[in-house]
Nanobody, 125 residues
Framework: QVQLQESGGGLVQAGGSLRLSCTTSGDTFSNYCMGWFRQAPGKEREFVAGASWSGGSTFYADSVKGRFTISRDNAKNTVYLQMNSLMPEDTAVYYC??????????????????WGQGTQVTISS
């Protein structure tokens, strides 16, 4: 099993930046692909970014491409989400997740064996 804990959320103005962290414990971190998802009020949870086991392959939702960067440090059992040029529509609770499988369009609806509790990100206009 894997336990995940997000941190780094907060309130920032539009155009600003935040870096989210997700630290894991339990099973070997490098056995898992990692992903970031978000859920805005009244909306379904959506995929934001994903990284392969080593972090050598990364994937992004179109809405965040060029603004967000996912990275991981397997020595620290941590995955990061660097968020730049933030917009009010990025406001959501952000969750990290872990799965032994690589994220793909076909498995995205059921991807994520383990989830964190989320961290709130609020962007003011």
């Amino acid at each position: 099993q894997v336990q995940l804990q997000e941190s780094g959320g907060g309130l920032v103005q539009a155009g600003g930046s935040l870096r989210l962290s997700c630290t894991t414990s339990g099973d070997t971190f490098s056995n898992y692909c990692m992903g970031w998802f978000r859920q805005a009020p009244g909306k379904e949870r959506e995929f934001v970014a994903g990284a392969s086991w080593s972090g050598g392959s990364t994937f992004y939702a179109d809405s965040v491409k060029g603004r967000f960067t996912i990275s991981r440090d397997n020595a620290k059992n941590t995955v990061y989400l660097q968020m730049n040029s933030l917009m009010p529509e990025d406001t959501a609770v952000y969750y990290c997740a872990a799965d032994r499988s690589l994220i793909s369009k076909s498995n995205l609806p059921r991807w994520g064996d383990y989830w964190g509790q989320g961290t709130q990100v609020t962007i003011s206009s």
